[in-house]
């Protein structure tokens, strides 16, 4: 009786003791893009906590134009919401400079951050502090069918131009039958579709703004790169393709409707994945168009994740970041899924990795990501740094309008012109408003 009394009370004693012990586990908050390589980065977090049991991961997993606006509300408000945010080489600098980033230069040895892609490495770094790892890193580049290009009577260069992407796309069109020529991002967004169109603009010449930080958009430089690229989608593009972002044409190219796709290198291993690619085995890839200007339309970016200076959990977000961007999370993916799924473009042991090199789209990715110069991203001098973007915080609100001009008169609410007058009027606002000009 008394010994059964004990073994009861112990008992009881020690399942509150667990109990307390599974309390004081500290839980992560992670805000993350809803991309393929996050997604897979879920699925795999069990590696992390059964390495770290005294650590609980909780996702947060939004929509591109919705992770942008909750996570830079958050930070800037300090909410202290999220304890590891998904962010990207836009937000990195600015966010840095603002003291809104915990720096994570002290990661440990083992991380070797000295391996990570200089490029990459650079647009995350302020004041020769580390702001942000990164998860992924792309450039961006042309996504083709062969077998539609062979039919079309047409063979791809490693170096095309708008000219004749314009002519594949057109030939390779088959309305009847649902096959498009061409896929390109309409949906609204400086990350959606502005992300495109500024990079397509800086191969025709155009640029955001001039050395005065007077917007250039009634130019002919952008007038140039709007009527093209409306043109284009009108005549070779799918139906409603001002609702389409990255994930809408990816579902597009996988399922057999597109063409050509120009969009971020990151892709490349998912429409290559016969799991979920009808045409896995007839993607080629080629370097993003060229107007004969010197410029490519391709941009330069990296899927980073950041610690908010509002985090109370700082040490326990270290290692989950370390974690989720060092080398052995790759060879963890490569394990699992092959090394044709390991995100791309962080480091540069990854490209000297005789198994890596395998992949057949490893060194166009690659030389993607090199191509891009966010230093000198335009065919004239500009007073910014940015591809795709313009690295100035009031971008990001100045840019979703321009987006939301663009896609509009791709839907065919608004003309090029009236797109374009919009655009200029509500740029020069934003920049007086700022006061960069009078």
């Known amino acids: 009786m008394f010994k059964a009394g004990v073994c009861a009370v112990t008992g009881a004693v020690l399942a509150t003791f667990l109990a307390g012990q599974a309390d004081?586990?500290?839980?992560?908050?992670?805000?993350?893009?809803?991309?393929?390589?996050?997604?897979?980065?879920?699925?795999?977090?069990?590696d992390f906590t059964t390495k770290n049991p005294d650590i609980e991961l909780e996702w947060v997993?939004?929509?591109?134009?919705?992770?942008?606006?909750?996570?830079?509300?958050?930070?800037?408000?300090?909410?202290g919401q999220y304890d590891v945010?998904?962010?990207?080489?836009?937000?990195?600098?600015?966010?840095?400079?603002?003291?809104?980033?915990?720096?994570?230069?002290?990661?440990?040895?083992?991380?070797?951050?000295?391996?990570?892609?200089?490029?990459?490495?650079?647009?995350?770094?302020?004041?020769d502090q580390l702001y942000a790892s990164p998860f992924y890193g792309e450039s961006s580049m042309v996504m083709y069918r062969k077998d539609l290009m062979a039919k079309a009577g047409m063979e791809m260069p490693k170096a095309p131009t708008w000219d004749f992407i314009g002519k594949a796309a057109r030939a390779m069109t088959d309305k009847e039958n649902e096959i498009y020529g061409v896929c390109l991002r309409g949906k609204a967004g400086w990350g959606e579709n502005m992300a495109f169109l500024t990079a397509m603009s800086n191969s025709f010449g155009a640029k955001w703004f001039d050395m005065d930080w007077k917007p250039?958009?009634?130019?002919?430089?952008?007038?140039?790169?709007?009527?093209?690229?409306?043109?284009?989608?009108?005549?070779?593009?799918?139906?409603?393709?001002?609702?389409?972002?990255?994930?809408?044409?990816?579902?597009?190219?996988?399922?057999?409707?597109?063409?050509?796709?120009?969009?971020?290198?990151?892709?490349?291993?998912?429409?290559?994945?016969?799991?979920?690619?009808?045409?896995?085995?007839?993607?080629?890839?080629?370097?993003?168009?060229?107007a004969g200007l010197g410029?490519?339309?391709?941009?330069?970016?990296?899927?980073?994740?950041?610690?908010?200076?509002?985090?109370?959990?700082?040490?326990?977000?270290?290692?989950?970041?370390?974690?989720?961007?060092?080398?052995?999370?790759?060879?963890?993916?490569?394990?699992?899924?092959?090394?044709?799924?390991?995100?791309?473009?962080?480091?540069?042991?990854?490209?000297?990795?005789?198994e890596y090199a395998k992949v057949h789209f490893a060194q166009m990715t690659i030389d993607s990501i090199n191509a891009a110069d966010p230093t000198k991203p335009t065919v004239d001098p500009v007073p910014y740094v940015g591809v795709q973007f313009v690295a100035i915080p009031e971008f990001q609100g100045i840019a979703t309008s321009v987006g939301q001009q663009f896609s509009a008169a791709l839907a065919g609410a608004m003309s090029v012109d009236e797109a374009l007058e919009s655009a200029q009027a509500l740029t020069e606002r934003s920049m007086k408003k700022a006061g960069y000009i009078k």
Do not use: H
Not at 61 to 79: F, Y
């Open 24 to 46: 004081a586990a500290t839980k992560l908050t992670i805000a993350t893009v809803n991309n393929g390589d996050m997604v897979r980065m879920q699925k795999l977090a069990d």
């Open 295 to 354: 410029k490519r339309g391709n941009w330069l970016w990296a899927w980073s994740l950041g610690i908010p200076a509002g985090s109370q959990k700082t040490d326990e977000a270290k290692k989950f970041v370390s974690w989720a961007t060092s080398k052995e999370y790759l060879a963890l993916v490569a394990s699992e899924e092959g090394w044709a799924n390991v995100p791309p473009g962080t480091r540069t042991s990854l490209y000297e990795n005789p």
């Open 85 to 127: 945010m998904t962010i990207g080489t836009y937000e990195v600098p600015i966010w840095g400079e603002k003291g809104w980033l915990v720096s994570l230069n002290d990661l440990p040895s083992s991380y070797d951050v000295d391996d990570l892609l200089p490029a990459i490495r650079g647009g995350l770094t302020v004041n």
């Open 61 to 79: 997993t939004l929509e591109e134009n919705i992770l942008r606006q909750r996570v830079t509300t958050d930070i800037a408000t300090k909410g």
């Open 216 to 290: 250039q958009f009634t130019g002919e430089a952008w007038k140039k790169t709007l009527g093209f690229y409306i043109d284009l989608m009108n005549d070779a593009g799918p139906p409603g393709a001002s609702s389409n972002g990255f994930n809408e044409n990816l579902a597009l190219f996988q399922s057999g409707k597109c063409g050509m796709w120009i969009d971020a290198t990151v892709a490349a291993s998912f429409v290559t994945n016969p799991k979920d690619s009808k045409v896995a085995d007839e993607v080629g890839f080629a370097l993003a168009p060229d």
